[in-house]
Structures are given as structure tokens and as C-alpha cells.
């Protein structure tokens, strides 16, 4: 087993009930054992390559204690070049916030809107804005990851705002909605429609341009850098991420082996377990891809990212491709700059 990315599901448990929640309703209350954490480890370690360690849940504030002994494995190998930690942002206690300078972790907090969108798609707002307070008093850098639905699709502009009122923001990302779990046949979300998509990039881009000019350090915004990376090969625009790979390896706390956290308990994608692993099984997304004959046709075929696998797996029955209009979208808005793709840059 190669791996390059390890993710580590340290608790089912969460204290928001978010409207899209892929991981739905089924999941038993349970954190994983310290020698999972142990295991899982040696399973990245024994692959001899430098690796990702990604600390998630749940919400994994919820289980400090499983954070640092995550964070002192990983760093204790030699081999883990970063350590992340995906969080709702309810549970940045003084206690985590040393634990995170402690280990230099990377920071991704989960915010979908403004105050009033935020509530509405996954509750505590207020505490979730406190705890990006708390990293910015701490002069934590942090990222934000936004579900992209009916629900905000209108408000991202909005989104920028409130970040910009941070210093210590970095970073903002899009995920389109992954229809499984509570988002699964509309139960718990929508997905956008193109049109809407399409205004709301606009405006988003509009507002973070006349943010930026005004900050010493940009946000940057991930499509957009994913698109027009310097030094992007076309030649490998399938290999969106490691699970796409079969480099990727997500762990549940009883020590269950998935490629990625969207395809976490999915039966389909099941690789065994710490404890007796079955490497081929993490290449279940490799052909999870869109066929090459659909986007040789299209205007950014040379240089679009690809798409992420397991989002057009569980998506096929609704808009597989709205990823597409996102980046043509983008690619179309760097074209109509005074000096076209070449000021692409200045974006961010």
C-alpha cells in the first residue's frame, strides 16, 4: 500500500445535524481506539512514501485527546509531511487551540454562509464564528470549506464578506453537494442549478477581487487556483486527488478501511480493515470518471482539474457534470479580464 493521504474518522460523534451530512443517520456513537490510530499509521508508514495525515470525524474537537496522540504518532514517523484537521469550528477550546500550535496543524473549518444561512444549513452559527474569533486571536491561519446547495448558493458573495473580516483567513473552497446520506434524493438539500451556479461565481469572484485588494494577505480561492495552476499537465487532470489513485485511505474509529471519507461505511468500497487491509480495494474509484469522448469536446479540456470521483459516483443519478459548468465558468471569467488568462493571478 502506497499511501500518500491517511484520514482518520477519529469519532462518529458530532454536536451539529447538518442538512447534507453524507454520513446520514445510521452511525452508532463511537471513537476510534488509540491502536487503531496506531495501526492505521503503520499501514501509511509501511508504504515508504512522505504522507498527508487529515484528522476529521464527526467533529474531532470533540475528542482532543485523540487529536494529540494522532498528531504525536504522525509526527513521530519522520514521514508525515502535514497534518490537517477538518472542523465545524463549535470546538476550538483553549485546549485545542495550544494543541493545534503545538503541532502546527493545518486548519479547515466548515462555515456554509452568513450567520443566518450558516444556522439554517447546520446550526450554532454563532458558535462556530466565535471559534474562527478564537483562531484569529490566536493568530491561527485557517481555511474554509463551503457545501455548495440551494440552500447558499446565492450568499457565497456574502461568505466572502464575513471572511474578510478576518486576517487569518487563507482560503476558501466549493464542494458541490455529494448526494448520500441526508442529501440523498433531495432529503436533506438541493443541488444548484447551472444558472444559479453560474451568477453566484460571478459575484463570489467580483467580491473576493475588491477584498483582496484591500488585504496584505489574499484568500485564495481553491477552484480558481486548481484551474489555473502555473505548471498544470493535462496529462494528468484524471488523477484529481490520491483516492482517484488508490493512494488514499480513509479509517473509522472500529478500524474500517474506505478509499476516501465520502465513500466512509459504503459497503461498494470497502478495503478490510487495520487489521487485515486489502490494498486493491482502494483503487474502487479509479474509474469513477467521466468518458474521455464527453470532454474532449468541451473549451477547457487541456486544462481542467478533473473532478473529484466518488462526487460523480454518488451524483450520476442527478447532475454529475455540474462540476464542468463550475470550471467553465471560471475558465470564462479569467478570459474576460482586461488582460485575459495572463492576469488570471490577480483573482486571489
Not at 496543524?105 to 446550526?123: E, K, N
Not at 447551472?194 to 463570489?204: G, N, P, V
Not at 466518488?310 to 463550475?326: A, E, I, M, Q, T
Amino acid at each position: 500500500m502506497n499511501i500518500r493521504y491517511l484520514i482518520l474518522a477519529l469519532t462518529t460523534r458530532c454536536n451539529l445535524r447538518c442538512r447534507y451530512c453524507y454520513h446520514g443517520d445510521a452511525l452508532a456513537r463511537e471513537d476510534m481506539p488509540p491502536e487503531v490510530i496506531r495501526r492505521a499509521v503503520g499501514l501509511a508508514v509501511s508504504g515508504g512514501s512522505p504522507f498527508h495525515l487529515q484528522l476529521t470525524g464527526g467533529e474531532p474537537t470533540l475528542v482532543p485527546e485523540l487529536v494529540e496522540v494522532s498528531a504525536d504518532l504522525g509526527r513521530s514517523t519522520g514521514r508525515c509531511l502535514r497534518i490537517g484537521l477538518q472542523t465545524n469550528g463549535t470546538g476550538l477550546t483553549p485546549q485545542m487551540i495550544e494543541i493545534i500550535k503545538r503541532y502546527n496543524l493545518q486548519v479547515g473549518v466548515s462555515l456554509d454562509g452568513p450567520p443566518a444561512v450558516h444556522q439554517a444549513a447546520r446550526g450554532l452559527a454563532a458558535e462556530t464564528l466565535r471559534g474562527l474569533q478564537s483562531l484569529e486571536t490566536a493568530r491561527i491561519p485557517f481555511g474554509v470549506t463551503t457545501v455548495v446547495s440551494r440552500i447558499n448558493a446565492g450568499q457565497l458573495d456574502k461568505l466572502v464578506l464575513v471572511l474578510s473580516g478576518f486576517s487569518m483567513a487563507r482560503g476558501i473552497g466549493l464542494d458541490l453537494l455529494v448526494r448520500k446520506g441526508r442529501a440523498q434524493d433531495g432529503k436533506g438539500a438541493d443541488s444548484v442549478d447551472r444558472w444559479t451556479l453560474e451568477k453566484a461565481l460571478r459575484r463570489m469572484g467580483a467580491t473576493l477581487e475588491a477584498v483582496n485588494a484591500h488585504r496584505s494577505v489574499p484568500i485564495r480561492w481553491r477552484e480558481w487556483d486548481l484551474l489555473f495552476a502555473s505548471g498544470h499537465r493535462p496529462g494528468n487532470r484524471w488523477a484529481f486527488c490520491h483516492a482517484a489513485l488508490g493512494r488514499s485511505l480513509a479509517v473509522t474509529p472500529d478500524g474500517r478501511l474506505f478509499p476516501c471519507t465520502q465513500t466512509l461505511y459504503d459497503p461498494r468500497f470497502a478495503a478490510g480493515t487495520v487489521w487485515a487491509p486489502q490494498g486493491q480495494a482502494l483503487s474502487g474509484l479509479a474509474t469513477c470518471r467521466p468518458r474521455p469522448e464527453v470532454c474532449a469536446a468541451c473549451e477547457i479540456h487541456a486544462v481542467c482539474p478533473g473532478e473529484c470521483p466518488s462526487r460523480l459516483h454518488y451524483n450520476r443519478n442527478g447532475d454529475p457534470f455540474l462540476v464542468c459548468h463550475l470550471y467553465r465558468t471560471l475558465y470564462r471569467m479569467g478570459r474576460e479580464r482586461p488582460n485575459g488568462p495572463e492576469e488570471r493571478g490577480s483573482l486571489p
